[in-house]
Structure formats: structure tokens, C-alpha cells
């Protein structure tokens, strides 16, 4: 009996041996396999190819992946390195991600890279590769589906060889402005698996093919800035599968709207700055899984469509995964419905829209910008906007008709940062809940018809750089600042054409270091950034500021602030009292307008240090004495003005000073001397420059900067010269379509 127990567990212990051998067996057989030697050296050269100095890595975001790639411990598994990675059974390398690893240098077309034959996946975005031209020699990795270079600094033409990598689902070449395409249908003709393809602001210059209505499996399409031109085939809009479509920015592009099936996927429709036109079909309010629809400063016009609700009740509205809604600069000519309140950004802008705004507005929990600007719309605002205070970070009611007084907009935690209410017809005192926009960088109230005093309590915002209330009936004495941190940020202020008096208030800047200095490298617009999470993907937005202002005579749109503009405009007024001296400390200025007040005195001889200065107007004053011969050192001056004061003397000569016509003189019976027809007479040599002021002006020079090295010539103006875009206009003479829209960055 005990033989045959000690058999039965004998043939037990043989089933469990047997088992745990099979399981071994079996492990070992499903366990991944190392790393292909020939494939690790590969990576290795790839590696050695690129110097490796992290201090070029501006990214802060990013981190040198290959530097942990090794031969040797418990890391020689190049399966296991950081963004490899290996087929399961084979080993082989199929993927490689090496997007933001601080790679600096060129790719050479005899790199190891092209000998990873068995690669599927290859990201190298968002490293710098010198401005080297693509190696045809990528073509050679025939396996590749997915393949990523952008924003990568790469040059030249793209290798015709592209259009062999049959394979390809996905090609991302985008944000590499100095990549040429000869041919957009060669490129895809053979690449007819595509779903996702990213070109933008890769110069292309050619036609819009019909071949992309062939791409059955197009998901993704983005083509802004390509200069694209001709006509852009109506099929793309009806491809069974596509979800993204943007092809912004190709001013020579043109097309329509087609209808559109109810069964369409299209969640992004950005189209702005193209030339598309014609009616906005019905059918638009079929795309129930529209997130963003973006067709601003297109040709569209005629009515909403009766889609898209001519009511005010949130139930009609068509769209109800909307975020995004930019219909601004076309001719649209009714007013749409307001969004339901999930909407993120609602820009009507430039458009033929009228009508008042409904309460239902304020029902916007989410709104972040609300732009109606430059329409015909009418009536009072409601009074419940400052229920959206906590979320809205740009209001732009410019250019309308809305009367009546202003709400109180900001409630205590306000995060509004632009308010433009001006070209209006609004009435009465500023609202005090101004004072809790703590984040207010922009308020415009320009031409309108308010009534009070001077808003210093305005100076407590520690954030305010931009303030203009010009063409008012702002009056009294402005006064002095009542502490010396009062609008600490602030260097753009228009107070012009009001009924203001008392002395000059440049005490409010005396102690300012925003007008003292100007970063020659600082050449970067004012605006407001956020990235908002839309179906699942962080979106940054952007909204550049604008303005209009006085310059040089003339209304002058900004549809861009650079940073370093400084402007003061208090002409118009009954300021009295002299120029105080101390003005020539504040020597950020690019304008100055001090015309049509009651001043009296001498020209400060302080001025000749506003040596950014572009624009200087002194007129209608009664101003007297010479001329400082100081303000010839003003390089940058274009415009000046002393017309209708008290001068006496000759007119400076030299520089600028010798560009100025007769009307920058005019009535001033004093003034002798070229470009006036009256001579001077025993005419004295103008006094040469002391020594300490020679030294003050040399010290100055050398401690700041010497702007005749940044800017070359005198005529151009230093503003003026980097704002492109900016447009002169005799008030709402022109439609003006390069004002704003949002530069928004690649969205998901």
C-alpha cells in the first residue's frame, strides 16, 4: 500500500515538473527579444551624429533623449531605451520618437538612421536641424505609416521620393516656413492611404488638386499658409471621413460652401483669410459635430442661414459641441443666435449685423472673447455682463451703436483683460467696478459721449498699459497722481479732445521705468494667451490687441501694439502751464501730442533726448522762444509741428529738420530761416554743444543703445517701420480686413 502511495506521488511530482517546464518554456518563448546588435549601433551612430550641448536646447519642455542610449548594464537593450521602440516578436526597431530632444545640426543623407529598414513610426518634430536640407534618402524606409518633421528647421525642396512611401497614414512637414513643394499632387497622387496630412506654412505656390477628393480616408487636412491659389475642390468637403479641415491663410484660394450631408464628421471648418465667398448653405447647421467653425475675413455675405436659428433661445441653436465661432470681417447681414453656453470664443466682428443684444448672453458661462466689433448694432447693454466677468477675457463692442450708460462689467475676481467700447454712443460716468478689473491691460472708451472727471482711481489697475478716452467730455483738473505707483504699467495714454485743464499730467510718468527704456529685441505684439482643453486637447488662443489713434495728422489704425510703442496724447484740451523739463527722462516716447491747449514757456531743451521719438506736435499752443536746436539729434522724427505759437528765431537745420515743409512753421512771425520765405537776419552760427552736454549725450548713447545700428536710415520711423499692416484711414472710410483674428497655433 505504501508503494503504491509512493508511486501515485512520484507520477504527481513528474505532472508538476512537466507542467512548470511547459510554463517556463512557454514564458520564455512569449518574452520579448532583445534589440537586433546591427539595429543598436545604428541608433548609436544616429546619436554620435549630433553634438551634444544641451544649452541649445531652447525648449524648455524638452529633454535629450538620446543621451541615456548606452552598450552596456541593464540599459545595452536598445528595446529599452528612451523613445525606441521594438516589434514584440522580431525585435526589430519600428518606431522612433525623438520629438523635442534638443537635436541640433543637419541630418546628412549617409545618416545610420536610414538604415533602420524595418521602421514604421519616426518623430523627430520640434528639433532644429539647421536649416538642412530633408535627405531623399528617407524614402529608403518603405515601411514608414507615420512620419513627423515638423516645426524641425528644415530647408529646401521636399524630395520628390516622398511620394514612394506608399504606406503613409500620417505626414506632418508643417511649420517649416523654408520648405518648398514643386508639386502638392505629386507629392500625394501615390500616397492614397493618407488620413492625416500637415503641410502648413510649407510654401507650395500651386493649385488646390482634385486628387484630394479621392482621399477616402482623410481625417485631417491642414494647408495654412501654403499659398495655395485657384479653386479649392468642393469634394474635399464631402470626404466620408474628414474631421479637420484647415487651410486658413491662402488669400488666393478661393471656393464655396457646399450642402452639406447630416452625416458629415466635420468637427473643424477654419477657413478665415482665404477668398472663399457666396451664401452660407442651410445645410451648415447639419455639422451637429461642429467644434470650431472659423471663416473670417472671407467674401461670404447674404442672411444666416434660417438653420442657424434669426431667433434669440438657446434651444435653436445648431451646433451644440461648438466652441469656436469666428464669423467676423465678410458681409453676414443677420444676427445669429446666441450659443449655447459651452462656446469659448464668439466673434461676429466687421460684419453687416444689427439688431440689440439679448440678455441670454449673460447665460455664457464659459465665453472667454466676445467680439461684435464694427457692425450696426444698437440698443443698451445688459446689465448682467458682469455675471461673465469671472471667465471673459476680451470684450470688443467697438464701432456700434449701443447707448445708454455703461454696466458695471467686472465683478470682484474679474479676468477680463481687454474692454473696447469706444466709437459708440455710451453716456453718463465710468463704472466704478472698473477699478476690480485686475487684469485689464486694454480699456478704449474713445468716441463717445461719457461725462466725469479724470478716472485716477484707474491707476490702482496694476496691469493697464493701454488707455484711451479720447473725443469725450471728460473734464476738470486732472491733478496729481496720489501715490507714486499710480497706472505703473501704462505707456499708451490718448486723453485728446476732452475738456481736461490744470497742468500738464506728466507727473502720473515721472517716476515710470516703461517709458524710460526700449529693448531693441522686444519687437513682439501686446495680446492675450490662454490654452482652453477642447475635446480632450489643450488649444492655445491668442487675440492681439488694437487700436486707433492720432499719428502724424492723421486716424491711424493699429491692427497690431508692439510692445515697446510708447504714446502720450493730451491735444485738444485746455491743459495750461509749461512743459516740464523732466519730460526728456521718459525717452521711450514714439509719439507726442501736446497740441490745441493754453501752454505757455520755452520748448524744453530736454526734448533732443526723446531719441526714439517719431511724432512730435506742439501746435496751438503759445509757446515762446527758439526752437532747441537739440531736436535735430531726433533721428527718428517724421512728423513735427509747432505751427500757431510765439517762436522766435532761426529754424534748426540738419537731419530731419531739413525733410519739415513750411506747415510744420506757420504762424509764427518770430521764425525766420529755411523752409520759410522770411530770412533771418545777422544771422549768428548756432552754439556748438558744451562739454557736459556732449558727454551726457555720448553717455547716454553707449548705456542704452545705438539705435542708428538697429535701424538704418532716418526717414522710416522706428515704429512705423516694424509695424506692417498699419492703415491710414479718413474714419470708416475702408473695410478693414488685416485687423486681427487670432493666431491661433496647430490645433490637435
Known amino acids: 500500500m505504501a508503494s503504491f502511495f509512493c508511486y501515485l506521488m512520484s507520477i504527481r511530482l513528474l505532472f508538476l515538473l512537466s507542467l512548470l517546464h511547459a510554463i517556463a518554456t512557454n514564458c ?4 520579448q527579444p532583445l534589440c537586433h546588435d546591427d539595429e543598436s549601433y545604428a541608433l548609436l551612430q544616429f546619436k554620435e551624429s549630433f553634438p551634444r550641448n544641451v544649452n541649445d536646447c531652447n525648449d524648455p519642455f524638452a529633454y535629450p533623449k538620446i543621451e541615456s542610449w548606452k552598450m552596456e548594464g541593464v540599459d545595452k537593450d536598445c528595446c529599452l531605451w528612451d523613445g525606441v521602440e521594438c516589434d514584440k516578436n522580431t525585435g526589430h526597431v519600428i518606431g522612433l520618437d525623438l520629438s523635442s530632444s534638443c537635436l541640433y545640426g543637419s541630418l546628412s543623407s549617409n545618416n545610420s538612421l536610414f538604415s533602420l529598414v524595418y521602421l514604421q513610426r519616426l518623430n523627430l518634430a520640434s528639433n532644429y536641424f539647421s536649416f538642412s536640407r530633408i535627405p531623399s534618402e528617407l524614402s529608403q524606409l518603405s515601411r514608414l505609416t507615420y512620419l513627423n518633421l515638423s516645426n524641425s528647421s ?31 499632387k505629386g507629392l500625394v497622387q501615390n500616397l492614397t492611404s493618407l488620413t492625416d496630412l500637415r503641410l502648413s506654412y510649407v510654401q507650395t505656390s500651386s493649385p488646390m488638386p482634385e486628387i484630394f477628393s479621392n482621399l477616402s480616408g482623410l481625417t485631417t487636412l491642414h494647408l495654412i499658409g501654403c499659398r495655395l491659389h485657384g479653386d479649392f475642390p468642393v469634394g474635399v468637403f464631402k470626404l466620408p471621413k474628414l474631421e479637420n479641415l484647415r487651410v486658413s491663410e491662402n488669400q488666393d484660394l478661393m471656393g464655396y460652401l457646399p450642402e452639406f450631408y447630416s ?28 467644434n470650431i467653425l472659423s471663416i473670417g475675413s472671407c467674401n461670404f455675405f447674404g442672411r444666416i442661414p434660417p438653420s442657424l436659428g434669426f431667433g434669440q433661445h438657446l434651444v435653436n441653436f445648431p451646433w451644440p459641441q461648438l466652441h469656436i465661432l469666428d464669423l467676423s470681417f465678410n458681409k453676414i447681414q443677420a444676427l445669429p443666435p446666441i450659443p449655447l453656453p459651452s462656446i469659448f470664443v464668439y466673434s461676429v466682428a466687421n460684419n453687416l449685423l444689427e439688431g440689440e443684444i439679448s440678455p441670454w448672453i449673460c447665460n455664457l458661462s464659459s465665453l472667454y472673447s466676445l467680439d461684435l466689433s464694427n457692425n450696426k448694432f444698437r440698443g443698451i447693454l445688459p446689465h448682467c455682463l458682469c455675471n461673465v466677468s469671472n471667465t471673459l477675457s476680451i470684450l470688443n463692442l467697438r464701432g456700434n451703436g449701443f447707448h445708454g450708460t455703461i454696466p458695471q462689467l467686472c465683478a470682484k475676481g474679474s479676468r477680463v483683460k481687454m474692454i473696447d467700447l469706444s466709437q459708440n454712443q455710451f453716456e453718463g460716468v465710468l463704472p466704478r467696478s472698473l477699478s476690480n478689473c485686475e487684469m485689464l491691460e486694454i480699456l478704449n472708451l474713445g468716441s463717445n459721449r461719457l461725462n466725469d472727471v479724470f478716472p485716477s482711481w484707474l491707476g490702482t489697475l496694476p496691469k493697464l498699459r493701454v488707455l484711451i478716452l479720447r473725443h469725450n467730455g471728460f473734464y476738470d483738473v486732472v491733478g496729481s497722481p496720489t501715490t507714486m505707483f499710480a497706472f505703473p504699467k501704462l505707456h499708451i495714454l490718448d486723453l485728446s479732445d476732452n475738456k481736461l485743464t490744470g497742468k500738464l499730467p506728466f507727473e502720473y510718468f515721472r517716476n515710470r521705468k516703461s517709458m ?13 494667451s490662454t490654452i482652453v482643453l477642447l475635446a480632450g486637447y489643450n488649444v492655445p488662443e491668442y487675440y492681439p490687441y488694437s487700436m486707433t489713434i492720432i499719428n502724424k495728422g492723421k486716424e491711424t489704425i493699429y491692427p497690431k501694439i508692439l510692445e515697446v510703442f510708447v504714446a502720450i496724447d493730451l491735444s485738444s484740451n485746455t491743459f495750461n502751464g509749461k512743459i516740464p523739463e523732466f519730460i526728456g527722462d521718459l525717452n521711450g516716447f514714439q509719439l507726442l501730442n501736446l497740441s490745441n491747449n493754453n501752454l505757455i514757456g520755452h520748448i524744453p531743451i530736454s526734448l533732443g533726448n526723446l531719441t526714439t521719438l517719431e511724432s512730435l506736435d506742439l501746435s496751438q499752443n503759445k509757446l515762446l522762444g527758439q526752437i532747441p536746436w537739440q531736436l535735430t539729434q531726433l533721428t527718428f522724427l517724421e512728423s513735427f509741428n509747432v505751427s500757431h505759437n510765439q517762436l522766435t528765431g ?3 537745420h540738419g537731419k530731419q529738420f531739413d525733410t519739415f515743409d513750411n506747415s510744420s512753421f506757420d504762424e509764427n512771425s518770430g521764425l525766420c530761416g529755411s523752409p520759410l520765405s522770411k530770412k533771418c537776419e545777422d544771422l549768428e552760427p548756432s552754439p556748438l554743444p558744451t562739454e557736459s552736454i556732449e558727454e551726457e549725450q555720448d553717455s547716454w548713447f553707449h548705456i542704452e543703445f545705438d539705435w542708428k545700428i538697429i535701424m538704418m536710415g532716418y526717414g522710416s520711423g522706428l515704429v512705423i517701420g516694424v509695424v506692417v499692416g498699419n492703415i491710414v484711414t479718413e474714419k470708416f472710410g ?15
Not at 520564455?28 to 518574452?31: D, E, G, V, Y
Open 650 to 652: 532761426p529754424i534748426p
Open 263 to 290: 452625416s458629415s464628421p466635420l468637427r473643424i471648418l477654419w477657413l478665415q483669410r482665404t477668398n472663399f465667398s457666396g451664401e452660407l448653405p442651410t445645410s451648415i447647421g447639419n455639422l451637429e459635430s461642429l
Open 516 to 528: 524710460e527704456k526700449v529693448d531693441a529685441n522686444s519687437f513682439t505684439y501686446m495680446q492675450a
Open 28 to 31: 520564455s518563448a512569449s518574452s
Open 154 to 184: 528644415f530647408s529646401g525642396q521636399i524630395p520628390s521620393q516622398f511620394s514612394e512611401l506608399s504606406k503613409l497614414t500620417s505626414l506632418d512637414l508643417s511649420y517649416n516656413s523654408m520648405l518648398h513643394l514643386v508639386s502638392l
Open 734 to 748: 475702408r473695410t478693414r480686413k488685416r485687423q486681427h483674428k487670432r493666431g491661433r497655433h496647430q490645433l490637435y
